[in-house]
Nanobody, 130 residues
Framework: QEILVESGGGLVQAGGSLRLSCAPS????????MAWFRQAPEKEREFVAA?????????????EVADSLKGRFTISRDSAKSTVDLQMNSLKPEDTAIYYC??????????????????WGQGTQVAVSK
């Protein structure tokens, strides 16, 4: 049973933009953080961006984007829908990967690591042509 469902992937030319969205499916749960990771062919899964809070009673007021992607990628959250979006601008061929959404249900001191996350989506393919 899917817990998180990603959408918005596709094929885009270099320089273009895409917006990915992640929504919980069925069961709802409280999270400390939601994030995006990506995995290109024959490469390790890598952190893209995360949005998180310090306690379940606080707002998602913290966000972090991988250093190499700052200025092009932005993460945001819609509290009413419990969705998290990844806006990707000025896309490059090296951004081609499967993008995964993840949710952390326990506190962690570093949301850039995959081990902080309990639930994952199936992934959505992003392909950037030259």
């Amino acid at each position: 049973q899917e817990i998180l469902v990603e959408s918005g992937g596709g094929l885009v030319q270099a320089g273009g933009s895409l917006r990915l969205s992640c929504a919980p499916s069925g069961r709802r749960f409280s999270t400390y953080a939601m994030a995006w990771f990506r995995q290109a062919p024959e490469k390790e899964r890598e952190f893209v961006a995360a949005i998180f809070r310090t306690s379940l009673s606080s707002y998602f007021s913290n966000a972090e984007v991988a250093d190499s992607l700052k200025g092009r990628f932005t993460i945001s959250r819609d509290s009413a829908k419990s969705t998290v979006d990844l806006q990707m601008n000025s896309l490059k061929p090296e951004d081609t990967a499967i993008y995964y959404c993840a949710a952390a249900v326990t506190y962690h001191n570093d949301y850039r690591v995959a081990g902080a996350y309990s639930f994952w989506g199936q992934g959505t393919q992003v392909a950037v042509s030259k």
